[in-house]
């Protein structure tokens, strides 16, 4: 089993940077490729990263391509979620998951609580 625990949420201003991190318990870190994952208010939890299990593959949500960057350190059980120029449209409930390297939610089988980021315009 894993536990996850994400921090690194705040309150910013459009084109802020902030870098989520994803604590994970245990031994298993790598035997799970990682994803990100987030949900706005009345909207249903979309993908937004996911990371191979040794960090050679990554994968993003075309709205957040280019600005946002999944890493993961497994010496350290840590998933990272570093992002760039942050726009209004990103404030949600950031979510870590770990599972198989796709981008479908059901497919994930443990999850973190959530950080929540918000961005002001």
């Known amino acids: 089993q894993v536990q996850l625990v994400e921090t690194g949420g705040g309150l910013v201003q459009a084109g802020d940077s902030l870098r989520l991190s994803c604590a994970a318990s245990?031994?298993?870190?790598?035997?799970?490729?990682m994803g990100w994952f987030r949900q706005a208010p009345g909207m249903e939890r979309e993908f937004v990263a996911t990371?191979?299990?040794?960090?050679?593959?990554?994968d993003y949500a075309d709205s957040v391509k280019g600005r946002f960057t999944i890493s993961r350190d497994n010496a350290k059980n840590t998933l990272y979620l570093q992002m760039n120029s942050l726009k209004p449209e990103d404030t949600a409930v950031y979510y870590c998951?770990?599972?198989?390297?796709?981008?479908?939610?059901?497919?994930?089988?443990?999850w973190g609580q959530g950080t929540q980021v918000t961005v002001s315009s």
């Open positions: 998951a770990a599972g198989p390297y796709v981008k479908s939610i059901s497919e994930y089988e443990y």
């Open positions: 245990g031994r298993t870190f790598s035997r799970y490729a």
């Open positions: 990371i191979s299990r040794f960090g050679r593959n990554t």
